[in-house]
């Protein structure tokens, strides 16, 4: 297992889980707010959509792309 | 008769003449295949060109226009007053800037010099080493799709728009697509690139354009950001070039431009031609790098031989009046556009001297039929 921090909050998830499922696992399964504000969530699955953009260790990445590793700090309402 | 003026196509330029008609008090019916064209993709950058004097003078009157419209546009609309840096590399570019300046100036276009230390105050962003920049203080941006809806909306109940594919035109007559004929007093042709598939003799070839758009990253750079090599990429006739053109979008987007190609009408990203765009850009904003893109297009400009749009009615066809041609500054060059439309119409004088986009300098006018005994 591997611990990662979630908007402030400790999470184990399985090696080689991607970011996007440690979102749903853990969060509210949303990865980021819009401009309009609302809550968006992974789509596509493989890099193409862009709507599970989210903020890993203070940079934008993909979290569909993007796997978990120890002590990495994802937030969804940077 | 089905409305007193027929405008063809509801882009920046048709919705702005469509505002001007419903203004002097005619009934517009604006017919829209939805097919989509020029300002649902383009940058919508509101920039004071100055390549010949008739481009100045149409840039210059728009972008006023554009100004007093601002306070009463909606906020979709997305009209910032952020102004433009010509930025100089080089020497030359530095000479090139102080030339701009003048002839900006001379037309009572309000714009300073930045030296390099200056410029690196305002976009600490931008890369070590460039000499400087012009500052046009008036340059704006704008959503163009947005401001077209809004333009239409203007004109309230005057305004009725339709989607309706034409198929022909002739004079003040339009065909429908199902074959119906619609008859007005005048009828606009403003379908951008579509134009020359119902006029063909018109002088418009496709210019092909890629842009790109980051994630939101809030304050980075401040003013649209344009190489002074832009005017000389912006204006070749042949190959392709890019230039770098970045724009800060309210959102904290960074739209990047420019590329510009002849003859393809294949709406795909090309791999190639993004790249070299990116490269120019990065040479600019190295901390682009780190940032992430989340989208790229293209669009296609309706490019003139003279980069001039085509202003008047056709001279073979009494009754068609022309609004195309509009390159890569239709949302900039709209307003004056349809201002300067509706002044022919309505044998008015006009703000500025209409005469350098008048369609008749391409399209010849027809000799009397010879009459055979
Ligand atoms: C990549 C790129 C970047 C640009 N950047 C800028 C910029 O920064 N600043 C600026 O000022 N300009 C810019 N431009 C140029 C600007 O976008 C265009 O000049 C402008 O949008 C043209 O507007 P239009 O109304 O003439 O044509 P379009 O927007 O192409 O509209 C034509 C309309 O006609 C309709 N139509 C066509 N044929 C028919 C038919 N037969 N029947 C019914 N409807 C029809 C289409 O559906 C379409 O809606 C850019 C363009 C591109 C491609």
Redesign the pocket.
Known sequence: MIELILDGLALRVAAGSTVAAALYLGGDGSSRTSVGDQRRAPVCGMGICQECRVSIDGQRRLACQTLCQPGMCVETHA | MNAEIIV?????????CAHQFARRGLDVLV?????????????????AMDDNPAELAL?RYSIELWRQWAPSLDPDCAYRNCGTLWLAANREELQAAEHKRETLSAQGIACQMLDASALRQAEPMLRKGLLGALKVSGDS?LY?PNA?HWLLAQGGARITRRQ????EVDGNRVRL?DGRWLTAEAVVL??????S??CPELPIRA?????LITDRYPGRIQHQLVELGYAASAHANTGTSVAF?A?PRPTGQIFL???RQFDSLDPQVEGPVLARMLRRALDYLPELGKLNAIRSW?????ATPDSL?LLGEHPQQPGLWL????????????PGSAQLLAAHLFKEPAAIDPSPYLPGRFLPVPRPTEHSA
Request: hydrophobic share 40%; aromatic share 2%; glycine share 22%.
């Open positions: 063809v196509g509801a882009g920046i330029v048709g919705s702005a017919l829209d295949s939805q097919r989509g064209g020029a300002t649902a993709v383009g940058m919508g950058h509101l920039v840039s941006i163009a077209a309706d594919q034409v198929s697509a403003a379908g951008g690139i579509h134009a598939e119902l210019k092909k354009g890629h842009l053109n724009q431009g420019s590329s293209t669009g296609f400009r309706a749009p609004a195309v041609g509009h390159e890569g500054l239709g949302v900039t060059t709209a």
